[in-house]
């Protein structure tokens, strides 16, 4: 990395207080920035880092523009952060160049590949899979029979993508992610009390610029496909059972589980820890808090939820707090 401020500035659409010849080398926290470095400041609680930084260029809201003169060259931006996340993208994009197939990766037969693809050692590539244009499989992954993978996607070592799945475009697949294995799909035999499995023969499709965090399990539709829809963001250690559907510019942070057949609206947050029982619906917008349990549809557009039994989060909290004071009140009751 060898960046210009002159050359960060355009990258960010951005305007330069100081010296456009300032050379960076290096990105960093506006805490522990040094010379080289460039780094962000959009939060006025981190102004003692900023007026003592020692980063050779600083990315700043225009709001701060009043701030006192620091040695760092300043570039003035809209939203600091969604500069300097452009900044990491485009460096990585053009960092990320790697080409060819590894002697040591198993590709069968019929495997369509483009010369921009890179497929790491050790990986295996099974048959009639189609790979689009830039994609990168790094090591140990595993892809099925028959799965689509769409342009630019980025798949990191130890991924398994079982049969049929369709990955789309712009994809970004952290380690550890099984995509399509069976849901948890059992019949109970009345007759001897034990259970059967129930044979799943769909897939999982996923649409453009969805990433899924490492350890994320997304099981395959019994019939038809479990669908991820596309700008769709899961953080690490999800389970998505079978036929679920994600809606649009939904984002899911840690250890999530969704049960099966449940439909999540477009642009939802749900919090780590959340769990969603099967069949059920959630409208477009709704955010859930962390640690809260969804047991029917939530059918009003933005609703926000808290609780084991999630519900209204303003009544959610007031509740709390009388139930924070139930031993004091108890105590008084006691004394009548």
């Known amino acids: 990395m060898h960046l210009s401020a002159k050359t960060i500035t355009k990258i960010v659409n951005g305007s330069i207080i100081g010296n456009s010849e300032e050379i960076v080398n290096n990105f960093a926290k506006i805490e522990d920035a040094k010379k080289g470095d460039v780094t962000f400041y959009s939060n006025s609680k981190y102004s003692k880092y900023f007026n003592n930084s020692k980063a050779s260029i600083i990315i700043v809201d225009k709001k701060f523009k009043t701030l006192k003169k620091t040695k760092s060259t300043l570039i003035f931006v809209e939203d ?17 160049n790697k080409k060819g197939v590894s002697d040591k990766a198993q590709i069968e037969k019929n495997v369509v590949i483009h010369k921009n693809n890179f497929i790491g050692p050790f990986s295996i590539i099974n048959e009639n899979v189609k790979i689009g244009d830039n994609v990168k499989i790094l090591g140990n992954s595993y ?60 897939n999982v499709i996923t649409y453009e610029n969805v990433e899924i965090g490492a ?69 477009n917008d709704v955010k859930i808090a962390g640690k809260s349990g969804v047991a029917k549809d939530i059918k009003e557009k933005g609703k926000i939820v808290q609780g084991p039994m999630a519900y209204d989060i303003k009544k959610y909290q007031r509740s709390y707090l009388i139930f924070k004071k139930l031993p004091e009140i108890y105590r008084k009751f006691l004394k009548l």
């Not at 995509?179 to 034990?194: H, M, P, Q, T, V």
């Open 80 to 96: 600091s952060y969604v500069s300097f996340r452009k900044l990491l993208s485009n460096f990585y994009k053009n960092s990320f």
């Open 215 to 283: 350890n994320t399990t997304i099981d395959k539709a019994t019939i038809g496909s479990t669908v991820i829809n596309k700008n769709v963001k899961l953080d690490n250690l999800i389970q998505v059972a079978h036929n679920v559907h994600i809606g649009e510019d939904t984002v899911i942070a840690a250890q999530v589980a969704i049960a099966g057949s449940s439909k999540i609206g477009k642009r939802c947050m749900i919090g780590g820890q959340v769990a969603i029982s099967g069949h059920i619906t959630i409208a």
């Open 143 to 202: 892809i099925g029979k028959n799965v689509e993978i769409g342009d630019n996607t980025i798949i990191y070592s130890g991924v398994s993508i079982y049969d049929n799945c369709v990955i789309g475009k712009n994809n970004i697949i952290h380690s550890g992610c099984i995509i399509g294995s069976d849901g948890f799909g059992f019949a109970l035999n009345k007759k001897d009390n034990k259970y059967s499995k129930i044979q799943h023969i769909g």
